[in-house]
C-alpha cells in the first residue's frame, strides 16, 4: 500500500496494523554540547486484528537540515527487521504476518533534533531547560508512538542527562544514579515509572536545575513542587493551595488516580499543561502573586478528566477542557462562595459570545474540524463549562455530582465519548437528555432573547414578553428566573417561568411596584439577554 493511503495518525489505520501500545520504555540522552538527542524505545504491543504483515507508528522523520528524527534500527523480539521513514511515519515491515492477539516488543533506536514537541531552550534566568510538551499530538516530534488519546499505555522515562540536572517525568522515581564521565560530560540517570495508562499527549519529561518542595500528602498522595533555583523564594508560594485542591476533587470525583502530584514550573507553549502526574505551568504563571489557584485547579481535575478518562477522539475534547473548566469553577464556589463562582461564569460568558461570532456554526462536538489547535476554544472550554452548569440544574445538584462520580468510576484509565457521558447521567439522574445534549453539545449557538417589561399597578402585575431572536433554528426550552427587587437594598424576590416558543408573554403578580426586573439573577441560563422596562 502506498504512503497515501496511510491515516495521519497510526491509531486510525483500521485496515492495516491495529496493534495497541501496552508500555513504552523511552530512554533519551540529553546534551548540553547541542540539541540532539540519542533514544531507545521499547514498545510493549498487543495486536488487535488478524494477520498484519506491517506496523505503523508516528514519528516525524529528520530532514536535510537534521531537525526531526533518523532511525538507525527496529527490532522485534530482538530480531532486525525492515522499516522505512517516510514524513510523519515510521513503517515496520515484518518478516511474517503475527495474527491476533499476539504480544511483541518492538525496539527502536534513533537520534536527532526535535523540531517540536521536547522544547530544549533558555529559561528566564538564562538557563537551559529541557520540557516534553506533546500537546495535542507533537510527540511524534520526539518519541516513536502512537499518537492519538484514544491510545492509552502505561511508561517509563529513562533520562542520562548532564549531572546539574534534576528531572521530572510521569510517575514515580525509580532510579536516580550518576555515571560520571559518560560520552565526555559527567552525566546521570534518572528513571521514572508510572504504572497507570495514559495517552501519548501527556507522557513527557522535564529537565533544568530545580528546587523541590515535599508538601504534606493527601489521602497518601505525594503533593510535589518543581521551580526554578533561582525562583524558590516565591515561586513555591503560588503552588500552596494544591492540597485544598486535591481535596476537594477527590470528595466530588473520586480516588486520585496516579501516584503522585507534582507542580512544575517550565518552558512549554500553555500556561499549564496537564501531564499525567506533572503538570507544567509556564514560567509566566508562576511569579509568586499566588494569582493562580483557578489554574491549578483546571490542572489537577485533568488528573481525572482527560488523563485517567480520556476522550475517544479530539472532537470530545470537552470532556477534557470543559469539565476542567467547570470543576475549577465548582472548587471555587466551594472555597469563595456562590457570588464567586457566578462571576466567572458571567465574565465566561463574553468568550462564548465573542467566539459565537466568530464561528457561528460551531458546536461544542465539531466532527468538521481538522485542525487539531483549533479544539482549544471557547466551545470547548467556557460554553462546556456552561453547559455543565445547566445540566446541574437540569438534573439536580445531588444526581449531577453522582454522575460525575459515576462517570469517573465506569471509565477511569479508559476511554469515552459524548454519548457515554449522556448515557451516564441518563442513568444517574432517571432523566432522558436526548433533546440537551442535541441542543447544547451536537447544535451551534445559544439563546439570544428580548424583552420588555411593564409594571401595572392595577393588580400589581408585571408583564413582559420575550422573544427567541437567535439566528439558529433552535427553540429553547428555557426555565428562566424573573429576579425582582422593590427597593434598594431588598433581597431579590424570585420567580420563574417557562419560555419554549419563538415569543411568549408573560404576567406575574407582585407585592409593589418593582425598582428593578432581570432576567436570570442567579446566573443558570447561558443566554444573551436584552430586557428593558418599556
Known amino acids: 500500500m502506498s504512503i497515501g493511503s496511510y491515516a495521519s495518525t497510526a491509531q486510525e489505520l483500521n485496515s492495516l496494523n491495529r496493534i495497541d501500545a501496552l508500555h513504552y ?80 516488543t518492538l525496539h527502536i533506536s534513533y537520534k536527532g533534533i526535535p523540531g517540536d514537541g521536547l522544547i530544549i531552550s533558555k529559561n528566564e534566568y538564562g538557563e537551559r531547560t529541557f520540557f516534553g510538551d506533546n500537546w495535542p499530538n507533537r510527540a511524534r516530534n520526539w518519541i516513536p508512538v502512537i499518537d492519538h488519546p484514544s491510545d492509552k499505555a502505561t511508561c517509563e522515562f529513562k533520562i542520562i542527562a548532564p549531572e546539574q540536572y534534576k528531572v521530572i517525568a510521569n510517575g514515580l522515581l525509580r532510579e536516580e544514579s550518576s555515571l560520571g564521565l559518560y560520552h565526555n560530560e559527567e552525566k546521570k540517570i534518572t528513571h521514572w515509572v508510572n504504572d497507570q495508562p495514559i495517552s501519548t499527549k501527556v507522557m513527557v519529561f522535564g529537565a533544568a536545575r530545580f528546587a523541590v518542595l515535599y508538601d504534606q500528602p493527601v489521602q497518601n498522595i505525594p503533593i510535589q513542587h518543581w521551580v526554578y533555583a533561582d525562583n524558590r523564594n516565591v515561586s513555591f508560594e503560588d503552588f500552596k493551595p494544591t492540597a485544598n485542591i486535591l481535596h476537594f476533587m477527590t470528595l466530588m470525583i473520586g480516588k486520585y488516580p496516579f501516584q503522585k502530584l507534582a507542580n512544575v514550573e517550565s518552558k512549554t507553549k500553555y500556561g499549564g499543561m496537564e501531564n499525567a502526574s506533572n503538570i507544567f505551568y509556564n514560567e509566566r504563571v508562576v511569579d509568586g502573586n499566588r494569582n493562580i489557584e483557578s489554574l491549578i485547579a483546571h490542572e489537577v481535575a485533568h488528573q481525572w478528566f482527560g488523563n485517567a478518562v480520556s476522550e475517544k477522539n479530539w472532537e470530545h475534547i470537552w470532556l477534557s477542557e470543559g469539565f476542567s473548566t467547570y470543576l475549577s469553577h465548582m472548587y471555587i464556589e466551594h472555597t469563595y462562595g456562590i457570588d464567586s463562582m457566578r462571576n466567572m461564569l458571567e465574565n465566561d460568558k463574553n468568550r462564548i459570545f465573542s467566539y459565537y461570532r466568530k464561528s457561528p456554526d460551531s458546536p461544542i462536538v465539531n466532527t468538521s474540524e481538522t485542525n487539531l489547535f483549533q479544539h482549544l476554544n471557547a466551545n470547548s472550554y467556557q460554553k462546556a463549562s456552561w453547559v455543565l452548569h445547566m445540566l446541574r440544574q437540569k438534573v439536580g445538584d445531588k444526581a449531577f455530582k453522582a454522575g460525575i462520580k459515576a462517570f469517573y468510576t465506569k471509565y477511569c484509565h479508559n476511554i469515552a465519548d459524548s454519548e457515554d457521558f449522556k448515557e451516564t447521567m441518563e442513568l444517574t439522574s432517571g432523566i432522558q437528555l436526548d433533546q440537551f445534549f442535541n441542543t447544547w453539545i451536537y447544535s451551534a449557538g445559544h439563546p439570544i432573547i428580548e424583552g420588555e417589561w411593564k409594571y401595572s399597578g392595577f393588580g400589581k402585575k408585571l408583564k413582559f414578553e420575550l422573544a427567541q431572536i437567535q439566528e439558529n433554528k433552535i427553540i429553547y426550552h428555557l426555565p428562566i428566573e424573573v429576579g425582582v427587587i422593590y427597593d434598594e437594598g431588598d433581597d431579590l424576590e424570585i420567580f420563574k417561568v417557562s419560555l419554549n416558543d419563538r415569543v411568549e408573554s408573560f404576567e406575574i403578580k407582585l407585592k409593589a411596584q418593582p425598582l428593578k426586573v432581570n432576567l436570570d439573577p442567579l446566573t443558570k441560563i447561558l443566554m444573551e439577554t436584552h430586557f428593558v422596562n418599556k
Not at 498487543?46 to 505503523?56: A, E, P, Q
Not at 527496529?74 to 504480544?103: A, G, S, T
Request: hydrophobic fraction near 40%.
Open 25 to 104: 520504555t523511552f530512554e533519551i540522552e540529553i546534551s548540553d554540547f547541542n540539541n540532539q538527542i540519542s533514544g531507545k524505545t521499547d514498545l510493549l504491543f498487543k495486536v488487535k486484528k488478524t494477520s498484519i504483515d506491517s506496523i505503523l507508528l508516528d514519528f516525524i522523520q529528520s530532514d536535510t537540515e537534521g531537525v526531526g528524527m533518523a532511525v538507525a534500527a527496529v527490532k522485534l523480539n530482538n530480531q532486525p527487521v525492515n522499516f522505512r521513514q517516510v514524513e510523519e511515519h515510521l513503517i515496520i515491515i515484518l518478516d511474517k504476518p503475527l495474527e491476533k492477539e499476539y504480544l511483541g
